[in-house]
T-cell receptor
Framework: AQSVSQHNHHVILSEAASLELGCNYSYGGTVNLFWYVQYPGQHLQLLLKYFSGDPLVKGIKGFEAEFIKSKFSFNLRKPSVQWSDTAEYFC?????????????FGTGTRLKVLA | NAGVMQNPRHLVRRRGQEARLRCSPM?????VYWYRQLPEEGLKFMVYLQKENIIDESGMPKERFSAEFPKEGPSILRIQQVVRGDSAAYFCASSRDSSNQPQHFGDGTRLSIL
């Protein structure tokens, strides 16, 4: 079955630390990839997306993600986190052969940034 | 706020009652998706609708759950005779079309069953 794994369920960092959140998926075909963020009390917001082209994707708020096809990974990175990055982060995969609408989500990573 | 609107934000029901969750898509979006998030799990696809049509309901339980997206008005996810296991967060998303357009999510409805 298609699945998405986010290895870290809870991450605690100090401000200015670097961040990398792992995301791996199990699907051999073509995919669209997404990272969403949910700030406390708010809705899911799209951070960045990968459809094709340059595997290094820049998103909002200084986030980026790298698609490594051979590793089935789409890890999220930020060189220097801020207190305001405290949120829950979800990786989502859209396997294209199942229709472009079906997203498969990871379980999420709760990030807490200490001021 | 022109985003996806869901209401109510929180809904409490007793076992056996009915729950109705509403979702108004973003302006200009005609595709609606419902997802369910159980505690400590990721969002799971339930159903995909376009106006007056259910396109894919493969993720929806066969009994007690139904969804609609009428010509006028919001999309409704209806759960009849709720049970404790229905307690979850239900998220609605919308997109302009289904091909390579990211889905935009609402705030979710947190359903609690007493």
């Amino acid at each position: 079955a298609q699945s998405v794994s986010q290895h870290n369920h809870h991450v605690i960092l100090s401000e200015a630390a670097s961040l990398e959140l792992g995301c791996n998926y199990s699907y051999g075909g073509t995919v669209n990839l997404f990272w969403y963020v949910q700030y406390p009390g708010q809705h899911l917001q799209l951070l960045l997306k990968y459809f094709s082209g340059d595997p290094l994707v820049k998103g909002i708020k200084g986030f980026e993600a790298e698609f490594i096809k051979s590793k089935f990974s789409f890890n999220l990175r930020k060189p220097s986190v801020q207190w305001s990055d405290t949120a829950e982060y979800f990786c989502a995969v859209n396997p294209l052969t199942s229709g472009t609408y079906k997203y498969i989500f990871g379980t999420g990573t709760r990030l807490k940034v200490l001021a | 706020n022109a985003g996806v609107m869901q209401n109510p934000r929180h809904l409490v029901r007793r076992r056996g009652q009915e729950a109705r969750l509403r979702c108004s898509p973003m302006k200009g979006h005609s595709h609606v998706y419902w997802y369910r998030q159980l505690p400590e799990e990721g969002l799971k696809f339930m159903v995909y609708l376009q106006k007056e049509n259910i396109i894919d309901e493969s993720g929806m339980p066969k009994e007690r759950f139904s969804a609609e997206f009428p010509k006028e008005g919001p999309s409704i996810l209806r759960i009849q005779q709720v049970v404790r296991g229905d307690s979850a967060a239900y998220f609605c998303a919308s997109s302009r079309d289904s091909s390579n357009q990211p889905q935009h999510f609402g705030d979710g409805t947190r359903l609690s069953i007493l």
